[in-house]
């Protein structure tokens, strides 16, 4: 299935960018990848989705791949959550939103603090709660090698280091996740600011934010936890669903933070049932 590209200026004039599968007469779905990612990390899971009868939006955050850096370097949770409402209101009926980490940090956000302008939500490996050591290993991967790399084989060893995966030889897909600096050395395909925003904002700060969200949720809610995540402990989990009563749970087995890459299949099989039974 061939994508259409598709893009969306929010109110401060940040352009985001990204691809589109699907009839648009068909339910809208958008895909919110985590911080530091772009679309492409959700693998085969947009097409799949696409053909069960859905509209999918894959989509660069702000800062990240192809979409616009900020000039003003926001990259609040507002800044995002202003990205996913000008999105959701294209559409003529509220749209499900899959959020991956700082994707699904977005969509609790944002429906919990204007409820109605998503039909559902899908939250993987992220509750309001999170873990600081796994907060820290991924910031310290993300401001690592600042000065870049400089071989695309030299990328795939990080990432394969950190994910603790076999070192892909896909080096085109590597290739989607950086770009080259004037130096000609691969740099990651976002902007640096990202980071010292979302360190400024605060954790704690963030999860009371998020928990008073998760209150207010009224639309189907499922939560995707890695079972391997050093993100999202049980206690997060615990304290997620006392709060959403009605949300449902994934374990993914075998599954760390990046769960729809590690386990790609099992995290659509579980997508593509949930929206499924969606009235």
């Known amino acids: 299935?061939?994508?259409?590209?598709?893009?969306?200026?929010?109110?401060?004039?940040?352009?985001s960018r990204g691809?589109?599968?699907?009839d648009p007469a068909h339910p809208p779905l958008i895909f919110l990848h985590g911080g530091g990612q772009t679309?492409?990390?959700?693998?085969?899971?947009?097409?799949?989705?696409?053909?069960e009868g859905w509209h999918v939006i894959n989509i660069d955050s702000r800062g990240h791949g192809d979409s616009d850096w900020c000039p003003a370097g926001d990259y609040t949770t507002d800044g995002f959550v202003r990205d996913l409402s000008t999105i959701a209101k294209q559409f003529d009926q509220p749209p499900v939103v899959v959020g991956a980490s700082k994707g699904g940090v977005t969509a609790l956000a944002a429906e919990g603090e204007n409820p109605g302008l998503l039909r559902s939500l899908i939250l993987v490996d992220i509750t309001p709660k999170v873990e600081q050591k796994g907060v820290s290993r991924i910031v310290n991967f993300m401001t690592a090698k600042p000065?870049?790399?400089?071989?695309?084989?030299?990328?795939?060893?990080?990432?394969?280091?950190?994910?603790?995966?076999?070192?892909?030889?896909?080096?085109?897909?590597?290739?989607?996740?950086v770009r080259k600096?004037?130096?000609g050395r691969y740099i990651w395909h976002w902007d640096p600011k990202i980071v010292s925003s979302a360190?400024?904002?605060g954790l704690e700060q963030r999860s009371l934010r998020l928990m008073d969200a998760a209150r207010n949720l009224k639309v189907p809610t499922l939560l995707v936890r890695g079972e391997k995540s050093d993100v999202v402990s049980s206690e997060g989990v615990q304290e997620f669903r006392e709060a959403v009563s009605h949300a449902e749970f994934i374990d993914v087995k075998e599954a760390s933070h990046m769960v729809a890459g590690d386990q790609n299949t099992v995290f659509s099989?579980?997508?593509?049932?949930?929206?499924?039974r969606l009235n």
């Open 199 to 201: 360190l400024d904002e």
């Open 19 to 22: 691809d589109t599968y699907g």
């Open 181 to 183: 600096n004037d130096s």
């Open 39 to 51: 679309r492409h990390s959700w693998g085969d899971t947009a097409r799949k989705v696409a053909a």
């Open 147 to 177: 000065e870049g790399y400089d071989t695309l084989e030299d990328v795939a060893e990080a990432v394969a280091t950190y994910t603790g995966r076999k070192r892909t030889t896909n080096l085109e897909g590597i290739r989607k996740n």
């Open 1 to 15: 299935m061939k994508p259409s590209t598709v893009n969306y200026t929010a109110s401060d004039g940040v352009v």
């Open 269 to 276: 099989d579980a997508v593509i049932d949930f929206i499924n």
